[in-house]
């Protein structure tokens, strides 16, 4: 840091030197990496979205299986938190 003397005015006509900090925030200046922040959603609702319609098809298909409505349920679950994204910015 180099100082860099500057004049600064009282009230009783006295100059007071004081150095001037030339790097006040280098360490929150410097450029920081980006996180990845919501990508497990997205993943989870892209996966959503592919299993929800098979989903629907196996119910359609079966008349109503226990198994497709519980896998319908997680699909559209998947996609509901994929949409609202709570860990997104």
Same mark, same amino acid.
Do not use: E
């Given at each position: 840091m180099v100082a860099v003397p500057t004049a600064i005015a009282s009230t009783d006509k006295r100059t007071v030197v004081r150095p001037m900090p030339t790097r006040r925030r280098a360490l929150l200046a410097r450029p920081h990496a980006t996180a990845e922040v919501g990508l497990g959603t997205t993943v989870l609702g /892209?996966? +959503?979205? @592919?299993?929800?319609?098979? *989903? $629907?098809?196996? =119910?359609?298909?079966?008349?109503?299986?226990? /198994?497709? +409505?519980? @896998?319908?349920?997680?699909? *559209? $679950?998947?996609? =509901?938190?994929?949409?609202?994204?709570?860990?997104?910015?």
């Open positions: /892209v996966l +959503g979205l @592919v299993v929800l319609p098979i *989903a $629907l098809i196996g =119910l359609l298909l079966s008349g109503g299986g226990l /198994v497709w +409505g519980i @896998v319908a349920g997680a699909a *559209a $679950l998947a996609v =509901l938190v994929a949409y609202l994204d709570p860990f997104g910015r």
